[in-house]
Structure formats: C-alpha cells, structure tokens
C-alpha cells in the first residue's frame, strides 16, 4: 500500500531548515544549540504528556543528568541570544520536534523521508528565488550543499524515524540531546580534536542519563507484562 504524502511533515523539515539557517545568521554555535534543543524538548514532551505518556521517578532522574551534561557540554559557547535569532531558532526546534512526532509509526522510514525531501524542496527553491540577489552561490558550495543535506542528512533523517517506532515521543526527545556529543566526537575522531575533561564529563553524564531513561522504560514494560501474567494466573 502506497505511503500517503505527509505534507505537514515536508513543511516542517522546510521550516526546520529555513529557520535554523538564519537563526545562525546572529547567534553563537553554543546559545543556537540551547535554544534549538530546548524548544524540541518543550515540543516532544508537550505531546507526549497530552498522550498521556509518563516518566517513572528514575527516567526524570537520566533526563535531569542527560540535561545537564548538555548544557554543561555547550556552555563555553553560550552568549546573550540577539533576539530575532533566538526567535528564529526556537520555531526551528518546535518544527523539528513535529517532524519527529509525524515520523513516529512510519511503516517504511526510508520512502518516508525520500517524500518529505521532494515536498519540501519546492519549498527551499521558492524562498531562493526570493532571496534571489542577496544571496551567493558558487558550483563548489551547491554541490557541497546538496552532498550534506540530501544524501547524510537525508541518511541521517531515515535512521531517525526507524528508531522512532521504538520509542516514546519523551523518550525519543531525550535521545536526541546526544546530537551534540556525537558531533563532538566526530571532531574527535575525524578532525583529530583532542578529548577534553569537559567533554568526558559530558559524555559520562549524557550517555548515563540516555541509559537510565531508556533502562527504565525497558524495566516498566518488564513489571508491566509480569503484572499481566499474574492477572491471567
């Protein structure tokens, strides 16, 4: 059966993109993170609370500790926001965080997102020609442009949505607070970036945290199926 064209999800990565590239316009690479990462979790957790999801007392614990291991992480970034740009980014993290929501149960993520990429692309070339004269582009640039954003990106998004039919949009929007550190590790690794106390602190803190939100939903769907046994029993 033929996947039904999710237009709200093309128009969100759209907007996803098209805000956070101006958003970065004025504001630092720390503060953007903040804010992007701050307005994506508001978003996923609103959902996941109106669903009625919940956190057992040890999944708020990871998320404190995965929270604070992030900031503690970005912090030698962070600047006062020039408004405008915090504004900016803060739509781009709700419109990211609806893009998650809409991918949770895709039955093939890849065609998924290979439809969300061809719906938005008129989009981005719209709001090009728009800005047709304000901008500059060399051959080099495009296709470095396209090589990021279709191809790794667009990997990137369709591993995205397969993990997201395993996980709660709460769960799901604590994961994503790993983003940061597997960048920062990718500078490790293939920038030869040295692995700095910071960072090993952040690492521990983040990865703990992840693994006691996803440990204890693991543990509730253990006592949730015993439960139902003893109930048949």
Known sequence: MPTRPDWLAAAMLFAYVGFFSFAYLTL?????????????QV???????????????????????????????????????APLGAALMAAAGVAWGIYSLRGRGSASPLT?????????????????????????ATPTGILLAVTSGALTSGIGYVIWYAALNGL?????????????????????????ESVTPRLATASAAILGGIALVLTSRARGAHTARGSRRRTAE
Do not use: C
């Not at 630092?28 to 994506?40: E, H, N, Q």
């Not at 998924?112 to 304000?134: D, E, I, K, Q, V």
């Open 28 to 40: 630092s690479a720390g503060t953007g993170a903040l804010i992007l990462f701050g307005a994506v």
């Open 43 to 81: 978003t996923m957790f609103s959902a996941g609370l109106r669903a009625g999801e919940a956190f057992r007392p040890i999944a708020w614990l990871g998320l404190a500790l995965t929270v604070a291991g992030f900031v503690y992480l970005i912090s030698p970034g962070i600047t006062a926001p």
């Open 112 to 136: 998924a997102t290979a439809g969300n990429f061809l719906r938005a692309a008129p989009m981005a070339l719209a709001l090009s020609a728009l800005l047709y004269g304000r901008s500059h």
């Open 168 to 192: 709660s949009a709460m769960r799901a929007a604590t994961v994503q607070l790993s983003v940061p550190l597997i960048a920062a590790f990718g500078g490790v690794f293939l920038l030869s």
